[in-house]
């Protein structure tokens, strides 16, 4: 008191100040109660403004004011002897005190509060709002109520109910135990247990100490309670009990049959073995519950002597417990070693009895867990998992389960004995084996509110281990799908385990992580995105999920390294057509395309960026970008303009082509293609062709093939200006891949017919030999557009090059391909056979003519239709090679183009007046006419017109019109009736051959 009196009034302030805020920060600590020192801290925070106040106004230093201070200073020393008492005293301790601790709290906020008033009251030159604060701080704190938790008194209670009904039995402690550990906040763990029941001990010698004999008594009954509880046992300590209990056995113990229960273990009422044996007042021992509802059915003597009682209190029989607890572990030990010996039987059904066996001793009593771990039977229960036998196996799995349950000691020694590594095996195997397998994999795992650190490390090195467990997720078993998700959502702590699951497909992990993971998770995450073959289903999981936003973002914001992860992953997404869409809707169109473009990208980077493009330009969204995306067709340019630069990697290169031909696809847009089309472009494209690189010049000829589609006219140009025939006649060649040698052949059938030079540049260049062998070809699309190509070589005016032709024997392979070739093949046959029967009425007659009649064998037979003798080599005669049966069918087909092929070379048999009479006599046998008739009705316009010119020709044969006009009656005349006036005059012409008509009639 002197020292307080010698320090100045405004340090004496500053001192209980700093108190004041030290106390209130512990009391946040304080995990026991808490409400209660939360209470307590928030009211001790109020005061210290209230000081800091009087402190700013220099209170006069009173004797009042000091005395009121140091009263203040007491309480708040009191305060925080409590708040350290419940910060380092033993958790089960602070649980026991309780009541006395909340107590302690109201008591002492209750005094600071009349302080506060002593102090207001005492500084009068505190002002009028300061006095009102601390007159509703004081209110409060005088009115505070403090009350200890429903779950701490709860179990409290329980206790107190224990002592005073004097528990003894194991369940009880047991189960009291584990509310305790749990109510404080102490792993249900043996270990941390008993080091909790150590520092109780410790507390109460300490009471002892200080001869606090009533509170000492008292803990001494708790500490013996809480002893019998399993959970207080260590692993070590219930291991040296039980070579204790194995080591009493005597020679004549030692078999396998339990020892029987000496006559004073039974309990008279229930004829068994007592668990809680207590005494009465006649010294007669019975079971605690059986003898209490004795009397509670108001049974007033001795169930054995009959003596009449009149003192009803029941003593517990400690010694005789302390007996029948020995004997109960006595065989207990029995069992363990006899299961022992039975698991190395090599009969199935001893393994399968000894599990059973051990299975319920970890039911009856936790401690024999540690005595069958100090047996040393786990190896051999991991050992019967490696068994074929499904029940063997089975159970096996359940008695591990129960050895581990709740018990890390033991999961360690099944994990260090090669434990975790046949369970994960189990996985694979059936439901009834892999169910218990995750199950017991999940407790294995689970240790102390986290994970067992040798089980986590030993899962993740089993390889298997995650494909398993996620090919389970896809188990109709709710349970073991829950069981095998716990375990992947604890493998989720580390990024390799989270690429593992994406790498069998399942996706959800490797989302959170590229969404919300640590930048280098998200690279992580996303080069393993780049490396890792995707099935369809997942790259759709993938980008539902919402992994491309990040992406993009990377690829827009991030360093080298994030950039060239994430345009991986984006590559190998991009495949996918819904992704597609969303990386367009992340922005990520312009991100790749400047990549792609920038002067400062590394290679690696141009060539995923290429890919991506070509990705999104060659799927089924190329109209979606081009109408979203590339408008002006600036993005044609800077494709073209990065072909110019011969540096880039062949990668970029053929992706951009490809990305280029895509653009060039027919559903694309006009202002895109009129780019292409331009003569800078072609001319840039047909450079390319040199290029030593294969699928850049594949991809070149495919787009040129594409463009020429609607300007072959330019692009022909272009091929002779730059020279460029021989190159793509060696394209034809048979070293050439099928789909390169299409594309030119298609290229060169787009090529004008009338363009002379081009033709002899082609010619010259060999051309013709190249495209028959394509004729020749087995596949339907090399025929095709081997058939278009030659046609312009079949051209009536150039006899020679038919003869060519001819000679190449391409009269057999183009009605081989009208008979059993495409439709599209068909109508290209038909046309080049048209082009050949247009020459042969002149060669014919040329044949005629100059055949000497002098020689005496008979002249070869006359062509029926050219009036001359024909051949396919000499005049090409179309009637000889057997193409009228064919061309006959094409007026059949549905479709127009078809059959105006058909006709158009049908009609070269009767063009010519000469050769009319015999041309329309053999069509007439071959029945095309009715099916020219059948034109009239089912064909398009086009054809329609066709066949009525080809019947105005056939009417002027001789029989004809007698045959076929009441045929041809109706339909011409509703042709006459159309609105086509072309067509209505056509018809009414024919009509009129026919003299069915005027031609002046005002039918018409």
Request: hydrophobic residues 45%; aromatic residues 6%; positive net charge.
């Given at each position: 008191m002197v020292v307080l009196e010698l320090i100045p009034i405004g340090t004496l302030l500053a001192i209980l100040t700093t108190q004041v805020l030290e106390t209130a920060l512990a009391a946040q600590d304080v995990l026991i109660e808490k409400e209660s020192f939360k209470k307590i801290s928030k009211y001790l925070q109020e005061i210290e403004p209230i000081l800091r106040e009087l402190q700013r106004r220099k209170v006069r230093d009173t004797s009042a004011v000091r005395q009121a201070l140091e009263i203040i200073q007491e309480d708040l020393r009191r305060a925080h002897e409590l708040v350290e008492t419940c910060t380092r005293k033993p958790r089960f301790f602070l649980l026991v005190n309780c009541r006395t601790i909340v107590r302690d709290a109201q008591e002492v906020t209750r005094s600071l509060g009349k302080s506060l008033e002593i102090l207001s009251l005492a500084a009068i030159e505190v002002s009028v709002d300061v006095r009102d604060n601390v007159n509703k701080l004081k209110e409060q704190m005088l009115s505070a109520e403090f009350q200890a938790s429903a779950s701490k008194i709860q179990v409290l209670n329980k206790l107190e109910f224990g002592l005073r009904e004097n528990k003894t039995d194991q369940g009880f402690a047991n189960d009291l135990v584990v509310e305790i550990a749990r109510a404080v906040g102490v792993p249900v763990e043996p270990s941390e247990i008993s080091k909790e029941l150590a520092s109780f001990k410790r507390e109460k010698e300490l009471l002892a100490e200080k001869k606090e004999r009533e509170e000492e008594v008292f803990m001494e009954q708790v500490i013996a309670l809480l002893s019998r509880a399993d959970a207080a046992y260590t692993s070590d300590v219930a291991r040296e009990t039980y070579k204790e209990r194995v080591s009493s056995l005597t020679s004549s113990l030692s078999h396998d049959k339990p020892i029987e229960p000496l006559h004073t273990f039974i309990c008279p009422l229930k004829q068994d073995v007592m668990l809680d044996p207590v005494t009465v007042a006649t010294g007669k021992t019975y079971e605690r519950e059986e003898i209490e509802r004795w009397f509670k059915d108001g049974h007033r003597r001795d169930p054995v002597t009959n003596i009449e009682l009149s003192d009803f209190t029941l003593r517990s029989n400690n010694s005789l417990r302390r007996s029948i607890q020995e004997w109960t572990e006595l065989n207990y030990c029995i069992k363990i070693r006899r299961a022992s010996r039975l698991l190395h039987s090599e009969a199935e059904m001893d393994k399968i009895q000894a599990l059973n066996d051990l299975c319920e001793l970890c039911q009856e009593s936790e401690t024999n867990k540690s005595w069958i771990a100090e047996e040393g039977l786990f190896a051999d229960l991991v050992e019967a998992l490696k068994t074929h036998s499904i029940e063997l196996k089975t159970t096996s799995l359940a008695t591990l389960f129960m050895l581990v349950k709740g018990d890390n000691h033991n999961k360690e020694e099944v994990a260090e004995v090669g434990g975790v590594e046949q369970v994960v095996r189990c996985l694979s195997r059936e439901i009834r084996v892999s169910k218990p397998a995750v199950a017991l994999l999940w407790e294995m795992l689970q240790s102390n509110n986290t994970f067992n650190k040798l089980v986590y490390t030993k899962i993740c090195q089993e390889k298997s281990a995650i494909l398993l467990l996620v090919t389970l997720l896809s188990s109709e078993d709710v349970e073991a799908v829950l069981a095998a998700e716990h375990i992947l959502q604890a493998l989720c702590d580390k990024d390799e385990n989270v690429v593992q699951m994406a790498a069998v497909n399942w996706n959800m992990p490797l989302i959170n992580r590229l969404c919300e993971g640590s930048d280098s998770s998200k690279l992580i995450m996303a080069q393993a995105l780049s490396k890792l073959e995707l099935t369809e289903q997942s790259k759709h999981s993938l980008g539902d999920g919402g992994v491309i936003p990040p992406l993009v973002n990377m690829v827009i914001s991030g360093n080298l390294e994030d950039r060239a992860a994430a345009l991986g992953a984006l590559q190998n997404l991009s495949s996918l057509s819904s992704n597609q869409k969303h990386i367009a809707t992340a922005g990520g169109i312009d991100a790749v395309i400047?990549?792609?473009?920038?002067?400062?990208?590394?290679?690696?980077?141009?060539?995923?960026?290429?890919?991506?493009?070509?990705?999104?330009?060659?799927?089924?969204?190329?109209?979606?970008?081009?109408?979203?995306?590339?408008?002006?067709?600036?993005?044609?340019?800077?494709?073209?303009?990065?072909q110019l630069n011969s540096s880039h990697s062949s990668v970029l290169r053929s992706n951009i082509m490809q990305a280029l031909l895509g653009l060039a696809s027919p559903s694309a847009a006009g202002e895109v293609r009129t780019l292409m089309r331009s003569e800078e472009v072609i001319e840039v494209l047909l450079s390319l062709l040199e290029e030593s690189e294969m699928e850049v010049r594949d991809c070149v000829i495919k787009l040129l093939s594409c463009l020429s589609e609607e300007s072959g006219a330019e692009v022909a140009k272009a091929v002779?200006?730059?020279?460029?025939?021989?190159?793509?006649?060696?394209?034809?060649?048979?070293?050439?891949?099928?789909?390169?040698?299409?594309?030119?052949?298609?290229?060169?059938?787009?090529?004008?017919?009338?363009?002379?030079?081009?033709?002899?540049?082609?010619?010259?260049?060999?051309?013709?030999?190249?495209?028959?062998?394509?004729?020749?070809?087995?596949?339907?699309?090399?025929?095709?557009?081997?058939?278009?190509?030659?046609?312009?070589?079949?051209?009536?005016?150039?006899?020679?090059?038919?003869?060519?032709?001819?000679?190449?024997?391409?009269?057999?392979?183009?009605?081989?391909?009208?008979?059993?070739?495409?439709?599209?093949?068909?109508?290209?046959?038909?046309?080049?056979?048209?082009?050949?029967?247009?020459?042969?009425?002149?060669?014919?007659?040329?044949?005629?003519?100059?055949?000497?009649?002098?020689?005496?064998?008979?002249?070869?037979?006359?062509?029926?239709?050219?009036?001359?003798?024909?051949?396919?080599?000499?005049?090409?005669?179309?009637?000889?090679?057997?193409?009228?049966?064919?061309?006959?069918?094409?007026?059949?087909?549905?479709?127009?183009?078809?059959?105006?092929?058909?006709?158009?070379?049908?009609?070269?048999?009767?063009?010519?007046?000469?050769?009319?009479?015999?041309?329309?006599?053999?069509?007439?046998?071959?029945?095309?006419?009715?099916?020219?008739?059948?034109?009239?009705?089912?064909?398009s316009v086009e054809s329609k017109e066709k066949a009525v010119k080809f019947l105005a020709t056939i009417f002027a044969a001789k029989g004809m019109k007698e045959h076929?006009?009441?045929?041809?009656?109706?339909?011409?005349?509703?042709?006459?009736?159309?609105?086509?006036?072309?067509?209505k005059k056509k018809a009414a012409k024919v009509l009129a051959q026919l003299e069915m008509i005027q031609e002046s009639s005002s039918y018409f």
């Open positions: 400047d990549c792609l473009t920038s002067d400062t990208s590394p290679s690696k980077i141009r060539d995923s960026a290429a890919i991506i493009v070509r990705n999104l330009m060659t799927g089924d969204n190329v109209q979606f970008f081009i109408d979203n995306t590339f408008g002006s067709g600036k993005i044609v340019q800077n494709l073209i303009s990065l002779l200006k730059k020279q460029m025939v021989k190159t793509l006649v060696w394209m034809l060649g048979d070293n050439v891949r099928e789909e390169v040698r299409v594309a030119v052949a298609g290229l060169l059938g787009s090529f004008p017919v009338e363009d002379r030079n081009l033709t002899k540049a082609l010619t010259d260049a060999d051309a013709i030999p190249a495209l028959v062998s394509m004729l020749q070809g087995t596949s339907s699309r090399t025929r095709e557009s081997s058939i278009s190509a030659l046609t312009r070589f079949t051209d009536p005016s150039d006899r020679q090059i038919q003869q060519f032709l001819a000679d190449l024997d391409v009269h057999k392979l183009l009605v081989n391909a009208l008979n059993f070739g495409t439709k599209l093949a068909k109508v290209r046959a038909a046309l080049a056979l048209a082009n050949f029967s247009k020459s042969t009425p002149g060669l014919s007659e040329a044949r005629v003519s100059h055949y000497c009649s002098c020689f005496k064998a008979s002249p070869p037979p006359l062509c029926r239709v050219h009036l001359g003798i024909c051949s396919v080599k000499t005049t090409f005669c179309i009637v000889v090679a057997g193409a009228a049966p064919g061309l006959v069918a094409l007026l059949k087909e549905p479709d127009s183009k078809a059959a105006e092929a058909g006709l158009d070379a049908l009609y070269t048999l009767v063009a010519e007046d000469d050769i009319r009479d015999k041309g329309v006599r053999y069509l007439h046998d071959l029945k095309a006419i009715d099916q020219v008739l059948q034109l009239l009705i089912h064909g076929y006009a009441s045929k041809a009656k109706i339909p011409l005349v509703g042709l006459a009736a159309a609105n086509n006036q072309s067509l």
